[in-house]
């Protein structure tokens, strides 16, 4: 599986973003995805997850509320709509598939995205 994550750019505060992550493969569908942030200096943080069917979704509660994740199997591509954005926003964005299940950890992830910058100005 290769994944092409997209959509980034810079936003003013209370702006909105729609990452996609777009998938080769014809088993994506089986994957559970999830979109990680990384800011400088820091370390790659859980942002959402959702599992293989789009049935159910899961978020940090940084973002909870405000970002919706969802996926188009058909399409192999899953989104990430963000609103509201605040600066804490501002990251690389990247999308992870796992074989098994969904998890926070990004080490439960097999492959990534590059990745796509976020930056939300103040």
């Known amino acids: 599986v290769q994944l092409q994550a997209s959509g980034g750019g810079l936003v003013q505060a209370g702006g909105s973003l729609k990452l996609s992550c777009a998938a080769s493969?014809?088993?994506?569908?089986?994957?559970?995805v999830g979109w990680f942030r990384q800011a400088p200096g820091k370390e790659r943080e859980f942002v959402a997850a959702i599992n293989w069917s789009g049935g159910s979704t899961y978020y940090a509660d940084s973002v909870k509320g405000r970002f919706t994740f969802s996926r188009d199997n058909a399409k192999n591509t899953v989104y990430l709509q963000m609103n509201s954005l605040e600066p804490e926003d501002t990251a690389v964005y990247y999308c992870g598939a796992a074989r098994t299940r969904w998890a926070r950890a990004p080490g439960q992830y097999d492959y990534w995205g590059q990745g796509t910058l976020v930056t939300v100005s103040s």
């Open positions: 493969g014809r088993t994506f569908g089986s994957y559970a």
